[in-house]
Antibody, heavy 122, light 107 residues
Framework: EVQLVESGGGLVQPGRSLRLSCAAS????????MHWVRQRPGKGLEWVSG????????GYADSVKGRFTISRDNAKNSLYLQLTSLRPEDTAFYYC???????????????WGQGTLVTVSS | EIVMTQSPDTLSVSPGERATLSCRAS??????LAWYQQKPDQAPRLLIY???VRATGIPARFSGSGSGTEFTVTISSLQSEDIAVYFC?????????FGQGTKLEIK
């Protein structure tokens, strides 16, 4: 059974940093592109970042470019998102999501975690 | 960046009636279009991919169509458990942008 479990969210002051983690199980993690998607409370979904299976390519939404960094450790079946220079508008649930197709940069998302809440407030 | 626009923002449909939700892309995404269903306090769930292929476990009352820039998802006979917000997403290229969502309500 595929499982994605996010952690690392919490309350943080503006300008500070936070590191989110996503522990993956039930599939061959190093064969799939992975993504972070966020959802501000009561709002829609926003793709935040993606990383290919071998970390050769990474992409970011314009809203987080230069502030967030995606990475992965295939030996630990884990995906990460380093959030820096946080702003109140970064307050959201952050979901990790798995791409459906093996060794493909672009694909839809067949599994999602339950999300971790990041609250940026003084 | 490809902009995805859904319509309407909110749709009220009586039980047993047909519901049609629309999604438009600012440029062609071929058939690289997915739909997700999100119920309150839950993560999104894959509904349809490839514009018209139902994901595993999705009832046959859900169907998708379209290609290029215009897409629809239709629920042939609305059930109470279909009440949710529906999002379209293009995966033709990064960023894999989403539409703003359509909230489906019971009339």
């Amino acid at each position: 059974e595929v499982q994605l479990v996010e952690s690392g969210g919490g309350l943080v002051q503006p300008g500070r940093s936070l590191r989110l983690s996503c522990a993956a199980s039930g599939f061959s993690f190093d064969d799939y592109t992975m993504h972070w998607v966020r959802q501000r409370p009561g709002k829609g979904l926003e793709w935040v970042s993606g990383i290919t299976w071998n970390s050769d390519a990474m992409g970011y939404a314009d809203s987080v470019k230069g502030r967030f960094t995606i990475s992965r450790d295939n030996a630990k079946n884990s995906l990460y998102l380093q959030l820096t220079s946080l702003r109140p508008e970064d307050t959201a649930f952050y979901y990790c999501a798995k791409s459906k197709d093996m060794v493909a940069r672009t694909s839809f998302f067949d599994y999602w975690g339950q999300g971790t809440l990041v609250t940026v407030s003084s | 960046e490809i902009v995805m626009t859904q319509s309407p923002d909110t749709l009220s449909v009586s039980p047993g009636e047909r519901a049609t939700l629309s999604c438009r892309a600012s440029q062609s995404v071929s058939r690289n279009l997915a739909w997700y269903q999100q119920k309150p306090d839950q993560a999104p769930r894959l509904l349809i991919y490839g514009a018209s292929v139902r994901a595993t476990g999705i009832p046959a009352r859900f169907s998708g169509s379209g290609s290029g820039t215009e897409f629809t998802v239709t629920i042939s006979s609305l059930q109470s458990e279909d009440i949710a917000v529906y999002f379209c997403q293009q995966y033709d290229d990064w960023p894999h942008t989403f539409g703003q969502g359509t909230k489906l309500e019971i009339k």
